[in-house]
């Protein structure tokens, strides 16, 4: 079954760094998710991206995050000047279509660990 | 924002109970989702529901959209050590909403199964 793969699994990093975190979504999805989870909380929304835009993003999503489709097949979160607080699992997601037409569910990958020292 | 309640937080049964696990929302999801999390790994998706009303079922697992749009519940029939994980409830607005796809999850409800 096609899946969500994400790179690296672990990430560590010297807080005020730049970090990129990697995503490679199913191959003929169009929607393209980023959320975050601190240990033991709940997962949270970032940032949601179609068509080479961004189409919404959360509080959380401030100017020192970005997104970008540099290619067909990969889907990228860059943290610049990285904080104690950045210090979450991050994960990637992508759906076939949202919207009229017909909502389809999210998939997730199995997430990059980012910790910030 | 908004924000789901899930219930209960954990849970600890004897392998082969069944469980029941539940959200609640105090405004409308068009979409309701149920994932389960393990140990470092990604949200799994189990069910999704599209319809209020809707009952859905996935092997031992049967999930429900309540008809207000504002509740789901998740119950596990013959619980098996497998089953263990965390639960999490998650709504999404759909089409013609505010929002462009996002997911509002709920804290979770950790499952532990005793053999």
């Known amino acids: 079954e096609p899946e969500v793969t994400q790179t690296p699994s672990h990430q560590v990093t010297q807080m005020g760094q730049e970090v990129i975190l990697r995503c490679v979504p199913i191959?003929?999805?169009?929607?393209f998710y980023w959320y975050r989870q601190i240990l033991g909380q709940k997962v949270e929304f970032l940032v949601s991206f179609y068509n080479n835009e961004i189409s919404e993003k959360s509080e959380i999503f401030d100017d020192q995050f970005s997104v970008e489709r540099p290619d067909g097949s990969n889907f990228t979160l860059k943290i610049r000047s990285t904080k104690l607080e950045d210090s979450a699992m991050y994960f990637c997601?992508?759906?076939?279509?949202w919207g009229l037409g017909g909502d389809q569910p999210q998939h997730f990958g199995d997430g990059t660990r980012l910790s910030i020292l | 924002g908004q924000q789901l309640n899930q219930s209960p937080q954990s849970m600890f049964i004897q392998e082969g109970e069944d469980v029941s696990m539940n959200c609640t929302s105090s405004?409308?999801?068009?979409?309701w989702l149920w994932y389960k999390q393990d140990p470092g790994e990604g949200p799994v998706l189990l069910i999704a529901?599209?319809?209020?009303?809707e009952l859905t079922s996935n092997g031992r697992l049967t999930a429900q959209f309540g008809i207000t749009r504002k509740d789901s519940f998740l119950n596990i029939s013959a619980s098996i050590p497998s089953d263990v994980g965390i639960y999490f409830c998650?709504?999404?607005?759909?089409?013609?909403?505010?929002?462009?796809?996002?997911?509002?999850f709920g804290q979770g409800t950790i499952l532990t199964v005793h053999p």
């Open positions: 997601a992508s759906s076939e279509a």
């Open positions: 529901l599209y319809k209020a009303g």
């Open positions: 998650a709504g999404q607005e759909g089409a013609g909403g505010t929002s462009y796809g996002k997911l509002t």
């Open positions: 405004s409308i999801f068009n979409t």
């Open positions: 191959s003929n999805h169009l929607y």
